[in-house]
Nanobody, 120 residues
Framework: VQLVESGGGLVQAGGSLRLSCAAS????????IGWFRQAPGKEREFVAA????????YYVDSVKGRFIASRDNAKTTVYLQMNSLRPEDTAVYYC??????????????WGQGTQVTVSS
């Protein structure tokens, strides 16, 4: 089971980026896909999640209204559309199998993540 993140980059404050989380191998539609991020010098934090089978979503307050999680019809890729980006969104972003509330499973492990840098 492997989830691979991509789509990060450098963007100015107020800009947008779309991250992708591609699943290879077996997929577990009974679980959600969670997005997490880790800023320099800070602990990794939960950001958002989408229920892979039902499309239900959850967002932490700091990104609510700005980030949108979605999935493709083939259910092999999950996206995180990030709008109105702020410098404090700068972090390495990861995706993992998780619950909608951000509790990690043991189905996979941390990947390399994708760097998002927001300049002021």
């Amino acid at each position: 089971v492997q989830l691979v993140e991509s789509g990060g980059g450098l963007v100015q404050a107020g800009g947008s980026l779309r991250l992708s989380c591609a699943a290879s191998g077996r997929t577990y539609s009974a679980y959600a896909i969670g997005w997490f991020r880790q800023a320099p010098g800070k602990e990794r934090e939960f950001v958002a999640a989408i229920d892979w089978s039902g499309g239900s979503t959850y967002y932490v307050d700091s990104v609510k209204g700005r980030f949108i999680a979605s999935r493709d019809n083939a259910k092999t890729t999950v996206y995180l559309q990030m709008n109105s980006l702020r410098p404090e969104d700068t972090a390495v972003y990861y995706c993992r199998y998780a619950t909608l509330s951000g509790i990690l499973t043991d189905l996979d492990s941390w990947g390399q993540g994708t760097q998002v840098t927001v300049s002021s």
